[in-house]
């Protein structure tokens, strides 16, 4: 399982720590129901003015109940809206399209944004003693939960009607209950609640002064049709091209920005590999992304550089749950930008360092994956190859013996890179076209003059 997929908003249906944990893609599509809920909470909106069901089921039982039924106008209105995203914003744009005064607290707009845009921002406590009508439009979270305790329900305006077509659980149903018998409030109208569906015998059922929806805030067929087609497109673009959009567990990266770090996804896998062979128990990686780097999303990149490292060793990592896997790991990740390239359009440098040891490796894309350079000295190779990585002493006759070595074997060298290290050693990248097993290498590396070898 690689995605789950949400037609519509809200996702507290859905453990996202668990399949966060999991490697798992938790998506949504909150943009293609935005007309729709909106349009549900202002129908309520008229309905709690004006009684409509209550006019409608006395008409239904042959009567004609026009005593007790007597509403108010909304224009001059004053409409509280808790929440100023997609729905929040439309419905508090339509409602001054009707001529209701409006404004708006929002828990995730930061105080600067006030006095901004067509629509005032006032405190929590503010908006609910100013409110005729408060809507509530905003997700739940383990902060929003109960938003609307007793005590704020409390400080609403006597009188006062509260509309919820976001999420249940938003409001203390049984306060709210309390309330409305009390007369503090006169009025509500929920679409959503906070156990769904709402058993038969719940108490809100049956209140005359509740108006009651079973969740239909999203419930068009254009609403429909449009989150399908939303979540459907996300998936197949996630899939096919690793574009991330409405993903509600992973940073967002258009198409644009996906085929821009695509060539250097498989460098990264094989980068993360390699990473992995060296150094088998990291306890902190940092990467650096030198040359020009305006344009590349780095985050996908390291979290994958990560993903390959852990995922070498133990367990399903993926991208979506590289950075907590490594957190849990006690591994530190640390991303640069910037810095000397050595000539190259871009270039990587990944330190790998472990409790014994630390290595480091410099690659970029240069007629395809290349390694540069190898703990500081000049070498190159293709890490997507099957490649032996050789400490020698530096003497005449290393290669030849090791060639031969490898050609008695019946294994074919494609590329052998030399690289001096200066101490009287010196190190090769030997590319073959089919791995070594077990025997083989362990002939090598009883081969006088070699002081280590390691198969990539």
């Known amino acids: 399982l690689r995605v789950i997929g949400r037609a519509g908003a809200g996702v507290d249906t859905i453990d996202v720590e668990a399949a966060t944990a999991k490697g798992i893609a938790v998506m949504n599509a909150p943009d293609g129901n935005t007309l729709a809920a909106?349009?549900?909470?202002?129908?309520?909106?008229?309905?709690?003015?004006?009684?409509?069901?209550?006019?409608d089921a006395g008409m239904k039982s042959g009567q004609w109940p026009k005593a007790g039924l007597t509403g108010f106008e909304l224009e001059g209105k004053k409409l509280g809206v808790i929440g100023l995203g997609r729905i929040g914003g439309t419905v508090a744009r339509k409602a001054q399209g009707i001529g209701m005064e409006v404004a708006a607290y929002d828990p995730f707009l930061p105080p600067s944004a006030a006095g901004?845009?067509?629509?005032?921002?006032?405190?929590?406590?503010?908006?609910?003693?100013?409110?005729?009508?408060?809507?509530?439009?905003i997700p739940r979270t383990k902060e929003t939960t109960h938003?609307?305790?007793?005590?704020?329900?409390?400080?609403?305006?006597?009188?006062?009607?509260?509309i919820n077509a976001a999420r249940g659980g938003l409001v203390d149903e049984a306060a709210l209950l309390r309330l409305l018998d009390e007369g503090r409030l006169a009025g509500a109208a929920l679409d959503t609640f906070a156990t769904e569906p709402?058993?038969?015998?719940?108490?809100?059922?049956?209140?005359?002064?509740?108006?009651?929806?079973?969740?239909?805030?999203?419930?068009?067929?254009?609403?429909?049709?449009?989150v399908s087609t939303i979540l459907a497109r996300q998936v197949i673009d996630f899939v096919a091209t690793g574009a991330v959009a409405g993903c509600v567990n992973l940073p967002p990266l258009t198409a644009e920005a996906a085929r821009e770090v695509g060539p250097w996804m498989p460098l990264m896998s094989a980068l993360g590999r390699l990473a992995a062979r060296l150094v088998p128990a990291p306890t902190k990686?940092?990467?650096?992304?030198?040359?020009?780097?305006?344009?590349?999303?780095?985050?996908?990149?390291?979290?994958?550089?990560?993903?390959?490292?852990?995922?070498?060793?133990?367990?399903?990592?993926?991208?979506v749950n590289a950075l907590q896997e490594a957190s849990a790991r006690g591994l530190v990740v640390a991303e640069t930008i910037g810095g000397d390239s050595d000539g190259f359009d871009r270039l990587l440098r990944i330190r790998v360092e472990g409790a014994d040891r630390?290595?480091?490796?410099?690659?970029?894309?240069?007629?395809?994956?290349?390694?540069?350079?190898?703990?500081?000295?000049?070498?190159?190779?293709?890490?997507?190859?099957?490649?032996?990585?050789?400490?020698?002493?530096?003497?005449p006759g290393m290669i030849g013996t090791v060639g031969s070595q490898l050609g008695a074997a019946g294994i074919n060298i494609v590329n052998?890179?030399?690289?001096?290290?200066?101490?009287?050693?010196?190190?090769?990248?030997?590319?073959?076209?089919?791995?070594?097993?077990?025997?083989?290498?362990?002939?090598?590396?009883?081969?006088?003059?070699?002081?280590?070898?390691?198969?990539?």
């Not at 058993?199 to 449009?226: F, Y």
């Not at 480091?360 to 240069?366: D, F, K, N, P, Q």
């Not at 290349?370 to 990585?389: A, K, N, Y």
């Open 38 to 55: 909106a349009e549900h909470a202002l129908s309520l909106l008229f309905a709690l003015a004006r009684h409509i069901p209550r006019a």
């Open 147 to 162: 938003l609307l305790n007793e005590a704020r329900l409390r400080s609403m305006k006597h009188g006062a009607y509260l």
């Open 416 to 456: 052998f890179a030399l690289g001096a290290a200066g101490d009287g050693q010196a190190r090769a990248a030997i590319t073959v076209d089919q791995p070594l097993d077990e025997a083989q290498l362990a002939t090598l590396r009883a081969t006088p003059g070699v002081l280590s070898l390691q198969q990539v």
């Open 285 to 319: 990686l940092t990467v650096t992304y030198a040359g020009r780097t305006d344009a590349l999303d780095t985050r996908p990149l390291t979290r994958l550089l990560v993903c390959a490292l852990l995922g070498a060793h133990s367990g399903r990592v993926t991208p």
């Open 358 to 395: 630390a290595r480091e490796i410099e690659a970029t894309l240069h007629r395809g994956p290349r390694v540069v350079r190898l703990d500081g000295v000049e070498i190159e190779f293709d890490p997507l190859s099957h490649v032996l990585l050789l400490r020698n002493e530096d003497r």
């Open 116 to 137: 901004k845009g067509s629509v005032p921002l006032k405190t929590l406590d503010d908006l609910l003693a100013w409110a005729d009508i408060v809507t509530l439009h």
């Open 198 to 226: 709402l058993p038969a015998d719940s108490p809100l059922r049956p209140h005359p002064k509740l108006i009651l929806t079973p969740h239909l805030g999203a419930s068009t067929s254009e609403a429909q049709q449009a």
